[in-house]
């Protein structure tokens, strides 16, 4: 199978990337612009064959996404390539309607002109697979917010649409865009929104390996408000077999949610990586008594979420998948990870980007 994956030098696209070379016999062809977030670093070398196709390619060009589409004929398309970081879409809100919803749009349309030239068979055969984010959704109410012993209400494919930052409103647009195709032209789509990915290789403005690097520098581990916010931690390789289950057995025209049954407060992640760092890093920077020393709490994110909770009961009961780590396995993973692969995050490090605030 030749699948076109969109993004995959990202974080997301990248771990996916990994398991398919790594887990099968199918064809990579890896569509990304490599922005600051895109490393190619994230597919080590040694998955490197005749099975990997790298093509340095912006979405929103639709002449060079005909090129690769003709040359390449890919089975699939797995739909990952997006401006991803609220606080920089609080800031500049432009790149975020132009990569996620305009970039979105001329994929599919080169993707429709593309699959409408296949024979029958082919055709039959082909999926676009959009994968989407649980922020679209808007946030659940915080367990604080409810009477004691309430239930707490869970995203379900279901849940009204409801974004509340401008990256959460592109990504919404982009869902919409893809369900239009698919009931007005036919192109067979399926769709997946995720809770919240920590895991290795992962860009270092996220909230864990930003955590992590701080930390061993001894600067400040800033929390916005008073960490109370609750996110579903998803472990991203979780998450790349998810993905690849269902661009090969998922049912076209629907959605999928995917979620880690991980649902943790920022502050609880926070001493939680900062625990694993005393055991596992103690030769702390000078003046360090213990990480959680380090933690400052700042003014929170405008319009920040409250709670996200993922039901991923349809994609285990449909398609058979349920996350292997829990969360205290895979941010052990994720702390050793940074600790042993030290060479690859001080090359990111050494670029534009230098661990500070956006979107205050």
């Given at each position: 199978m030749k699948l076109m994956v969109t993004g995959g030098a990202g974080f997301i696209g990248s771990a996916m990337v990994r398991h398919i070379l790594n887990s099968s016999a199918d064809t990579v062809i890896n569509v990304d612009k490599l922005t600051y977030a895109g490393n190619q670093e994230s597919i080590p070398t040694e998955l490197h064959s005749s099975r990997?196709?790298?093509?340095?390619?912006?979405?929103?060009?639709?002449?060079?996404?005909?090129?690769?589409f003709n040359q390449y004929q890919p089975d699939a398309v797995m739909h990952l390539a997006a401006e991803s970081h609220v606080d920089r879409s609080i800031d500049g809100p432009g790149e975020f309607i132009q990569t996620n919803v305009v970039?979105?749009?001329?994929?599919?349309?080169?993707?429709?002109?593309y699959w409408s030239g296949?024979?029958?068979?082919?055709?039959?055969?082909?999926?676009?697979?959009?994968?989407?984010t649980d922020e679209v959704y808007g946030d659940l109410p915080h367990p604080n917010e409810l009477p004691a012993g309430s239930e707490l209400p869970l995203f379900t494919e279901q849940t009204p649409y409801a974004p509340?930052?401008?990256?959460?409103?592109?990504k919404a647009s982009s869902d919409h865009l893809v369900r239009a195709w698919q009931r007005t032209y036919g192109l067979p789509t399926v769709i997946t929104n995720c809770s919240n990915n920590y895991g290795?290789?992962?860009f270092p403005e996220k909230l864990v390996p930003h955590i992590i690097l701080n930390a061993l520098a001894g600067?400040?581990?800033?929390?916005?408000?008073?960490?109370?916010?609750?996110?579903?931690?998803l472990y991203v390789e979780d998450h790349a077999r998810a993905l690849v289950t269902v661009v090969k057995s998922g049912k076209v025209g629907e959605t999928y949610n995917i979620g880690g049954h991980?649902?943790?407060?920022?502050?609880?992640?926070?001493?939680?990586?900062?625990?694993?760092?005393?055991?596992?890093?103690?030769?702390k920077p000078d003046g360090v008594a213990r990480y959680r020393d380090l933690i400052t709490f700042v003014t929170d994110r405008p319009g920040h979420d409250a709670r996200y909770a993922i039901d991923a009961d349809k994609i285990q009961q449909e398609l058979n998948w349920a996350p292997q780590e829990s969360f205290e396995s895979g941010i052990r993973k994720t702390v050793e990870w940074y600790l042993g692969n030290q060479d690859w995050w001080q090359r990111v490090m050494s670029g534009a980007y230098k661990l500070d605030r956006l979107g205050a």
């Open positions: 990997y196709i790298f093509e340095q390619v912006d979405i929103c060009d639709a002449s060079e996404l005909k090129r690769v970039g979105t749009y001329t994929l599919l349309e080169a993707t429709r002109e296949l024979d029958n068979l082919k055709k039959q055969s082909f999926i676009f697979h959009h994968i989407s509340s930052s401008p990256y959460s409103a592109s290795p290789y992962h600067k400040s581990l800033p929390v916005y408000g008073d960490g109370s916010q609750i996110r579903d931690w991980n649902e943790k407060r920022n502050l609880e992640v926070v001493e939680t990586i900062c625990d694993l760092l005393d055991e596992l890093a103690p030769n």
